[in-house]
């Protein structure tokens, strides 16, 4: 059995649409980063990712290195607000996304309506070192409204 590579997981709001409307990874990543969607993301197979564990039992790893977001660790490497480096929690990620939401999403106007009221502002999540517990900064994960603003910036260049 081979399992072909997906990409890196995108934070956009884009992404939980896509998923919602049933268009898959490629096509997430495409609209996170306003690019065409590839059929093929990778040729090449890849091993199951083996982790880091803390004292707690908690995987601890980069994102990169999953197959799939089942396959990522419990704690995802990721840069403080200040440029610190830690993990944050894969399911305060996956809430602060709209991961969580998506799941409960029965049409394509129920992710509509999150990323019209839930989706548009910014939320800060902890960073915390390997061990799960301690706080050393946080991460904001930006909505819709800083998406568009940064986007607006960037078309008036």
């Known amino acids: 059995m081979s399992i072909r590579k997906t990409p890196k997981r995108s ?3 884009a992404v939980t649409l896509c998923a919602v409307l049933g268009l898959g990874a490629g096509a997430s990543m495409a609209a996170a980063s306003g690019g065409t969607a ?3 993301l990778s040729s090449q197979t890849k ?3 083996e982790y880091s564990r803390n004292a707690n039992g908690n995987t601890y790893g980069f994102v990169k290195d999953s197959l799939s977001p089942e396959t990522e660790p419990d704690l995802i490497a990721a840069l403080t607000t200040d440029g610190k480096r830690g993990y944050v929690s ?3 990620l996956d809430v602060a996304n709209g991961t969580t ?3 409960g999403f029965k049409s394509p106007e129920d992710a509509v309506k999150w990323m019209e009221t ?4 910014d939320r800060s999540i902890p960073v915390y070192e390997s061990d799960g517990k301690t706080v050393i900064g946080e991460l904001t994960v930006v909505g819709s409204d800083t998406q568009k603003a940064n986007q607006a910036q960037v078309e008036s260049r």
């Open 11 to 13: 934070y956009g709001i």
């Open 47 to 49: 091993p199951a990712p």
């Open 118 to 121: 839930e989706g548009r502002a």
């Open 38 to 40: 590839s059929s093929n």
């Open 101 to 103: 939401a998506s799941r």
């Open 90 to 92: 894969k399911a305060e």
